[in-house]
Nanobody, 111 residues
Framework: QVQLVESGGGLVQPGGSLRLSCEASGIVFRLHIMGWYRQAPGKQRELVARIQTNGLTEYADSVNGRFTISRDNAKNTVYLQMNSLKPEDTAVYYC?????WGQGTQVTVSS
């Protein structure tokens, strides 16, 4: 009965912003390390950002300074704020507690 449901993806121009959300159910959310990963066509899945139970965050070098991960334990939700988007950010973005995965949400950055 564990579910992770992503939302907020879409088409944006280079330099634009999006905020992704991931709502979790079936887990004690506050006890889990949460992460965002992405996968572009023909490429391997890669870590984008991670947030610890105490709020400590980590980012891939490619997104550091542009993306911000946060969590709201009262809402069982983890967010990814994406600013200054680049075409190379185009991918399906997935939410995970490192045991289960969401269905993914498409982010496309294009003119």
């Amino acid at each position: 009965q564990v579910q992770l449901v992503e939302s907020g993806g879409g088409l944006v121009q280079p330099g634009g912003s999006l905020r992704l959300s991931c709502e979790a159910s079936g887990i004690v959310f506050r006890l889990h390390i949460m992460g965002w990963y992405r996968q572009a066509p023909g490429k391997q899945r890669e870590l984008v950002a991670r947030i610890q139970t105490n709020g400590l965050t980590e980012y891939a070098d490619s997104v550091n300074g542009r993306f911000t991960i946060s969590r709201d334990n009262a809402k069982n939700t983890v967010y990814l704020q994406m600013n200054s988007l680049k075409p190379e950010d185009t991918a399906v973005y997935y939410c995970t507690d490192h045991a289960y995965w969401g269905q993914g949400t498409q982010v496309t950055v294009s003119s």
